[in-house]
């Protein structure tokens, strides 16, 4: 005989379980830290923070092994017709290539993060700001050095003209010391040379490694938009040119720019590559001089030469930095006959694409030979051009050394050249043709569909030509010449 046993269903048990799970239950959790102690507790086992245990509810799911909880806002959600856009203003900074890049000055509160190369001159920039700032915005500002001392950052302020009864300085390099200042302080914009030079105790690392640039960062980012404070951090970059420290950092800021420059030259370029309050893609030109730094609202004059007679070697083009249009002349010289591989040099140009207009130029054109005989071209006034744009230029300017047929100095020519000898179409022609006819230019010779016939406008005191490939852009240009 079997005797059978009945036994209790576990699917009901189951189903009561996951249901209590459900319900809402008390829970505590500390707002400093993160810590959920079992019941309350007046101070955090954790951190020690006083009077930081609050009271939430728990919703049941988990990240990393924790509970997440829900707890009430500081402030409730509002429809965005009833949020003001003032605080969100710019202000300007006094500077006006800079506040060109920066979409119109500073936004109270926003973190700006300016990367360049040592010796480009963003120390200088910079000071040059926060004198501006000082002087201008009824708020003081603050620059704390963590590399210089306030001694040698004076002896600068002085050289450049600087010194205000607003503008504060300070050395240091610790979290907490530049938090005291703020507090002591109390500016509307603080510059800080370099964030990698600042550390906090409370992180492990050594200053300028990846945990202490994440831990100072996050800190300064929350301190200024909870006191509305512009700032300016002064980064690092690599041996690539990339800002150093974790990718992290040009997430947490609102505004990345790159300072750029040849040390030999001159020019300096304030580039933006984020944005969250205007475009990404502007520019800013500025001159480096023995007083300082300033700002230069027509550079296109730095990359031209004016001769009294034309020169063969020589043609002008229009390049796009961002949205600025600058003129810039393209130099070629074109050296004796080699045997072997003769050098190709270039200076401020892609030499791949010098290459590729070479080899184009003696297979479509007659009565030009340049295998086997060097060639050197370069930009004037240390601007680099890499854009396809400046590929006819390029083309004209090795026709002309190479024939020794100098190009008219009123005539400018844009468009990329392809490996069949066409011209190709380029962007923002008329933009270009706008810039080169405001310096007097009279004659430019475009891409076809990009002439006043096809766009339906063009500057009324320039002259625009259509060519097709190379040899018509050669043609045109001796005719010019020839005139």
Request: charged share 20%; glycine share 12%.
């Amino acid at each position: 005989m079997s005797i059978s046993r009945s036994t209790p269903s576990r699917a009901g048990t189951g189903s009561r379980s996951r249901a209590a799970a459900r319900e809402p239950r008390p829970a505590y959790e500390c707002d400093a830290c993160g810590h959920q102690p079992p019941k309350w507790v007046g101070r955090c086992p954790e951190c020690g923070e006083w009077g930081s245990v609050v009271e939430c509810t728990v919703t049941g799911p988990t990240v990393s092994g924790r509970v997440v909880t829900s707890r009430m806002p500081a402030e409730p959600a509002r429809p965005i017709a009833t949020i003001s856009a003032a605080p969100a203003r710019a202000r300007p900074t006094g500077v006006g290539e800079l506040d060109r890049v920066l979409g119109g000055g500073l936004v109270p509160g926003a973190v700006v993060l300016l990367a360049g190369e040592p010796g480009v001159g963003k120390s200088t920039l910079l000071l040059d700001v926060a004198q501006q700032w000082a002087a201008g915005a009824g708020s003081p500002s603050l620059v704390v050095s963590g590399e210089e001392s306030v001694s040698q950052v004076r002896l600068r302020a002085e050289r450049m003209g600087t010194l205000h009864d607003q503008l504060f300085l300070a050395a240091e390099s610790d979290l907490a010391a530049v938090l005291g200042h703020l507090d002591a302080v109390k500016p509307g914009l603080l510059v800080l040379d370099s964030v990698q030079t600042i550390s906090t105790t409370g992180t492990e690392g050594v200053p300028g490694g990846v945990t202490q640039v994440r831990a100072v960062t996050a800190a300064l980012v929350a301190v200024a938009k909870e006191r509305g404070v512009a700032t300016v951090l002064v980064g690092h970059v690599t041996k690539d040119g990339q800002v150093a420290g974790p990718r992290v950092l040009e997430h947490l800021v609102d505004v990345v720019l790159h300072f750029e420059g040849d040390k030999h030259s001159s020019l300096r370029m304030v580039r933006g590559v984020k944005n969250r309050f205007g475009a990404a893609d502007e520019v800013g030109c500025f001159e480096m001089h023995e007083g300082g730094i300033s700002s230069l609202a027509d550079p296109s004059g730095l990359f031209l030469t004016r001769y009294s007679e034309p020169v063969p070697g020589t043609c002008v083009t229009v390049a796009m930095e961002g949205r600025r249009a600058l003129l810039t002349e393209v130099q070629a010289l074109i050296g004796a006959t080699v045997a072997g591989s003769p050098r190709r040099t270039v200076s401020g140009l892609d030499s791949a694409r010098l290459a590729m207009v070479l080899a184009v130029l003696q297979r479509r054109t007659e009565r030009l030979t340049l295998h086997d005989r060097e060639v050197f071209a370069a930009t004037v006034g240390g601007i680099r051009v890499v854009e396809p744009a400046a590929d006819l230029a390029v083309a004209l300017a090795v026709a002309s050394g190479g024939l020794n047929l100098a190009i008219a100095p009123h005539l400018v020519a844009i468009g990329e050249v392809g490996l069949t000898g066409e011209v190709r179409r380029v962007g923002a022609v008329p933009r270009r043709l706008a810039e080169a006819a405001r310096l007097g230019f009279r004659l430019a010779l475009v891409p076809p569909g990009c002439g006043p016939t096809s766009t339906g406008a063009g500057p009324e005191q320039m002259r625009v030509i259509e060519v097709t490939d190379v040899r018509s852009a050669l043609q045109a240009a001796a005719r010019a010449s020839a005139e």
